[in-house]
Nanobody, 119 residues
């Protein structure tokens, strides 16, 4: 059973930084995509950044240049370094793990962590 455990959210002032972590367990997969999504109150969940097993990275335009996604394969952990945070970055952040499992793409989600950017 694949499990994702997130950590690192909190309250930060505008211009500050936070680092989110997402540790996965329960399987080893050759092909996968991992990503960070966020959902603000009253809004749909949106993709913030993604990284795949080949190392390809994508960012949403709203975070490009401020956020950095990375992964440590030895620790089975994905990170999201968030710099120059803005109030509009306030949301619940979810990590997603999408492995190719038995010839099908599966979706697994973390529990979510609150990020609040406010003075």
């Amino acid at each position: 059973q694949v499990q994702l455990v997130e950590s690192g959210g909190g309250l930060v002032q505008p211009g500050g930084s936070l680092r989110l972590s997402c540790e996965t367990s329960g399987g080893i997969f050759s092909f996968y995509t991992m990503g960070w999504y966020r959902q603000a109150p009253g809004k749909e969940r949106e993709l913030v950044a993604s990284i795949n097993s080949g190392g390809d990275i994508n960012y949403s335009d709203s975070v490009k240049g401020r956020f950095t996604i990375s992964k440590d394969n030895a620790k089975n952990t994905m990170y999201l370094q968030m710099n120059s945070l803005k109030p509009e970055d306030t949301a619940v952040y979810y990590c997603n793990f999408r492995p190719l499992e038995l010839l099908r793409w599966r979706d697994y989600w973390g529990q979510g962590t609150q990020v609040t950017v406010s003075s």
